[in-house]
């Protein structure tokens, strides 16, 4: 429930037209700072072909990122963000900052804090699982 209600809260804010999963994609395509394949994305994000496939699609439309084929095995292509994605994934971001930082500080630092390292040993552990 917590994580739904923070996914609403978050969609809400995002500018005009950016799906949380066109956000996810550029902050992940921004911290990485390399490209990658539409099947690594989907990897990552854990969902099917067809959805990454879908999401880069709007992303595209929307000048966000860049596709390129691979120019050794045409029938793979890489993903890069551009730099309108990069601003789009800045503006999303300042958007987000205060919308999370109420909560934390209604929570307490220390409280988030603690339960950072139990939410990643969560992760870790359901990723191990499949």
Request: glycine share 6%; aromatic share 4%.
């Amino acid at each position: 429930m917590a994580d739904q209600l923070a996914r609403t809260r978050i969609s809400k804010v995002l500018p005009k037209g950016m799906e949380l999963s066109h956000f996810g994609v550029l902050n992940h395509l921004a911290r990485i700072g390399e490209e990658r394949t539409p099947a690594q994305l989907a990897k990552s994000f854990r969902v099917t072909r067809g959805a990454m496939t879908n999401t880069l699609a709007k992303l595209e439309w929307a000048g966000h990122i860049h596709i390129r084929p691979d120019w050794d095995d045409a029938r793979r292509k890489f993903v890069a963000i551009s730099p309108a994605g990069r601003q789009a994934r800045d503006a999303a971001l300042s958007a987000i900052v205060p919308a999370v930082g109420d909560v934390v500080r209604a929570l307490g630092p220390e409280k988030i804090r603690a339960v950072l390292p139990v939410l990643r040993e969560m992760r870790t552990r359901f990723e191990h699982a499949e």
